[in-house]
């Protein structure tokens, strides 16, 4: 956790709002975790959580933004990123918005995908692992870019309207729903909501989906 006292101040009075223990960061699990986004070992300290405690909720604040790292922070498991002096408001929207196990992730600006069609982006260090995202049937789609069969770059693949073809060994699986439709492949892929917002494309994901 940050120890800027303005950041302090409002972790506390959301801990006591919610019944939550303030602890040191090598103390247990948490709930909760909040980077300060200027220290040089932040992106570090986002995945270490995020792997620690994939249910928790990462919140990386800022007192001057820099969309770059922003967008880098969110990348690596930030569930939001807000400036210092709003955090509470943050936390207070996060945690209202639904169970905590629920996390997103930005995969791409809208701008830069728009109009475009099949796989549009690959985002190789997402927490639930490599993920593509394909423009198909005019929307987006976010389907894990791992083949469930022998780990080959599904993105690689032909795509067939909704369905692409693993370049290894030939399984198919529909984008659309990670439906397996044919083998070596014992599995579904999982996919993933996409959700936009503030002109930017993000994946929603639980722990459960992996
Ligand atoms: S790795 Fe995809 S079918 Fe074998």
């Keep these: 956790m940050s120890s800027d006292p303005i950041v ?6 959301f ?13 247990g699990p948490a709930a909760a975790v909040v980077v300060d986004l200027a220290g040089a070992d932040a992106m570090q300290v986002i995945r270490h959580w ?3 405690c994939p249910e928790a909720l990462i919140v990386g604040c800022h007192s001057l933004p820099d969309r770059a790292r922003l967008e880098e922070a969110e990348r690596a498991g930030c569930d939001a990123v807000g400036n210092r002096g ?10 209202g918005s ?22 549009v982006v690959r985002v190789a260090d997402t927490p639930v692992g490599p993920v593509a995202l394909y423009q198909l049937d005019g929307r ?26 693993c370049p290894s060994h030939g399984s198919r699986f529909d984008l659309s ?14 996919t993933y909501d996409v959700l936009i917002e503030g ?6 994901w639980t722990r459960t989906l992996r």
């Design 98 to 119: 639904g169970p905590l196990g629920r996390r997103r992730t930005l995969l791409a600006d809208l701008a830069d995908v728009a109009g475009r069609l099949g796989m």
């Design 15 to 27: 801990a006591r709002e919610r019944d939550l223990c303030v602890a040191p960061p090598d103390d």
């Design 86 to 95: 709003a955090l509470s408001l943050v936390l207070r929207r996060l945690a």
């Design 50 to 52: 995020r792997a620690r």
């Design 199 to 204: 002109g930017r494309v993000y994946m929603s």
């Design 8 to 13: 302090l101040r409002q972790v506390a009075a």
């Design 177 to 190: 729903n990670g439906e397996r439709i044919r083998g070596p492949a014992d599995h579904d892929l999982a």
């Design 140 to 165: 987006l789609v976010a389907a894990c870019d791992v083949c469930p069969h022998a780990g080959a770059r599904l993105s690689d693949g032909a795509l067939d309207a909704t369905v692409v073809t």
